[in-house]
């Protein structure tokens, strides 16, 4: 089946954010439709399905929110080189299998099938991630990557212990370290600005999550505030008006993390999507609710 790059599209939900990003920074048109490009011709089939209504969000937030500030960190535009392109199309492959290890670490029962979706997943990510590093001569890293899909399996197992830190949070999708470890190499520093995005976005997941982590047994952190505030669950008024002051709290403490380390850098693409984040911050304030 061919692919063109006009057959990529934002999702509605994507759209929004996708027409201010192009404003911003318009090579961010090229390089997305690049990458859907690169990522339909490997699978074409797993991109029909992902292009689906019901799935096309998640693809964009894995092409757009994961795939344009890693391509900042590493230093595009201004370093547009093929590898570029390779990379962010194995990154979305290891986004996937990150989905599917998630789902099944969180589960209390063993679902066959979605552990049938993790193998395939797993090979597809594995095999085009070697391909990539052979084609440009980049030296195995199968450990660390093997330590990195550990990290998350272990990091889960302990959240249904202990919440993980704020600071902590991207343990939780190491998968998305393997990238910018083993084939881009965008060094510790800037690695350090993707973890503390990835807390954020992570927090903001959370966040959006709170039922559900609860009646799962999942002891998040915005879980762990409420279990704190609220021992005997009667979920009064006040109650409820404190978890979102702290809710609040802790989003301006991951976005400052954020800024600090990006140290007035440019990031035309990040800076932006981590306004989203701060409209988070600005819906849990006091503002935001009837008196």
């Known amino acids: 089946m061919g692919f063109s790059q006009s057959q990529w599209e934002p999702s509605p939900l994507m759209e929004a954010t996708w027409t201010r990003l192009v404003v911003q920074v318009p090579q961010s048109a090229t390089l997305i439709a690049s990458v859907a490009d690169r990522v339909a011709g490997i699978d074409h089939r797993l991109w029909d399905w992902m292009a689906q209504s019901e799935h096309s969000y998640r693809r964009d937030n894995y092409l757009i929110r994961y795939g344009l500030p890693l391509a900042e960190l590493y230093g595009w535009p201004d370093r547009n080189d093929p590898l570029l392109v390779?990379?962010?199309?194995?990154?979305?492959?290891?986004?996937?299998?990150?989905?599917?290890?998630d789902n099944i670490v969180d589960s209390h029962a063993v679902d066959p099938l979605e552990v049938g979706r993790l193998a395939?997943?797993?090979?597809?990510?594995?095999?085009?991630?070697?391909?990539?590093?052979?084609?440009?001569?980049?030296?195995?890293?199968?450990?660390?990557?093997?330590?990195?899909?550990l990290l998350l399996c272990t990091t889960a197992h302990s959240e249904r212990i202990a919440p993980v830190r704020r600071t902590d949070i991207w343990r939780r999708a190491a998968p998305f370290l393997i990238v910018p470890r083993t084939l881009l190499g965008?060094?510790?520093e800037r690695e350090q600005i993707y973890q503390a995005y990835i807390n954020l976005d992570g927090l903001s997941h959370d966040i959006h999550d709170l039922l559900d982590d609860v009646s799962r047994g999942i002891k998040s952190l915005p879980s762990s505030w409420f279990a704190e505030l609220?021992?005997?669950?009667?979920?009064?008024?006040?109650?409820?008006?404190a978890w979102f002051l702290k809710a609040a709290h802790e989003v301006a403490a991951a976005l400052d993390q954020v800024e600090r380390l990006m140290a007035g850098a440019p990031f035309r693409a990040l800076r932006l999507l981590l306004?989203?984040?701060?409209?988070?911050?600005?819906?849990?304030?006091?503002?935001?609710r009837p008196p």
């Open 86 to 101: 390779e990379a962010l199309s194995v990154h979305f492959f290891w986004a996937l299998t990150w989905r599917h290890l």
């Open 120 to 149: 395939l997943a797993l090979y597809r990510a594995s095999r085009v991630h070697s391909e990539v590093a052979l084609r440009f001569g980049i030296p195995s890293r199968s450990d660390e990557v093997a330590e990195l899909i």
């Open 186 to 188: 965008i060094g510790d």
């Open 230 to 241: 609220d021992p005997q669950s009667a979920f009064r008024r006040g109650i409820v008006d």
């Open 275 to 288: 306004q989203e984040s701060e409209d988070l911050k600005q819906s849990l304030g006091p503002s935001s």
